[in-house]
């Protein structure tokens, strides 16, 4: 089997052919049909974005994830660092993503090359399996350094989207005490209003004096 049309085939659908090597594996699973699948396996991880887990994380490590004081809670601000976290969170999700593809590879090939091995080896069933085993143990490594970044990426996540919120209820908090301070604004200047007009007004040869009116808060 070429193995390079083979994978060709399975990225361009319109290529896909399961049927040109029927022949060969209706006879049976052999050692070299095993190591055969793992450098197919081997290939479809190479169609994956490149991950790594150290340079993710001195990536993130540079990346500043705070919120603004209440003191420094500006418009200029608020739009930088509201800017920040979507651009922050957008990256993480494709980093996620790409861990996330590496891990389903990962555990696909595990559970189907550990079956598969079983057929290609004599002796008793825990034989099997522990030969199985062996075959797969590449990939059980790699399915744990993607699983941590996951993890740690999960963890990053979980981060940014707080400060996300603490950032929104700041700018609510802001908002609220502006619209408090403004209706309190107005009805102070209307009372100041009303209190500079004289108490005794001349009009027509009458004497008349305002009403007051009542605030009430």
């Not at 993130?60 to 800017?83: K, R």
């Not at 922050?88 to 996620?96: A, D, F, G, Q, T």
């Not at 002796?123 to 399996?129: I, L, S």
């Amino acid at each position: 089997m070429d193995e390079n049309n083979f994978i060709e085939q399975i990225i361009d659908w319109e290529k896909f052919d399961a049927s040109s090597q029927i022949s060969r594996r209706i006879n049976g699973v052999t050692k070299e049909h095993i190591e055969l699948e793992v450098k197919l396996w081997e290939k479809q991880l190479a169609l994956l974005e490149p991950l790594n887990y150290n340079k993710v994380m001195q990536e993130i490590d540079i990346w500043d994830i705070s919120v603004p004081s209440t003191h420094a809670l500006t418009q200029e601000n608020i739009a930088a660092t509201y800017a920040r976290l979507v651009a922050y969170k957008v990256r993480i999700s494709k980093l996620w993503a790409d861990a996330k593809a590496w891990r389903e590879v990962s555990e696909t090939a595990i559970k189907y090359l550990e079956e598969l091995s079983q057929g290609a080896f004599t002796g008793t069933a825990v034989e099997k399996k522990a030969n199985a085993t062996h075959i797969v143990q590449p990939f059980v490594h790699l399915k744990v350094q993607t699983s941590r970044l996951e993890n740690y990426l999960d963890k990053i996540h979980s981060a940014i989207t707080f400060c996300a919120q603490q950032l929104d209820l700041l700018l609510k908090e802001r908002q609220s005490r502006a619209k408090l301070n403004f209706r309190l604004g107005m009805e102070g200047e209307q009372i100041l209003t009303d209190t500079s007009q004289e108490e005794l007004v001349e009009e027509n040869g009458e004497v008349w004096k305002p009403v007051r009116k009542n605030y009430k808060r």
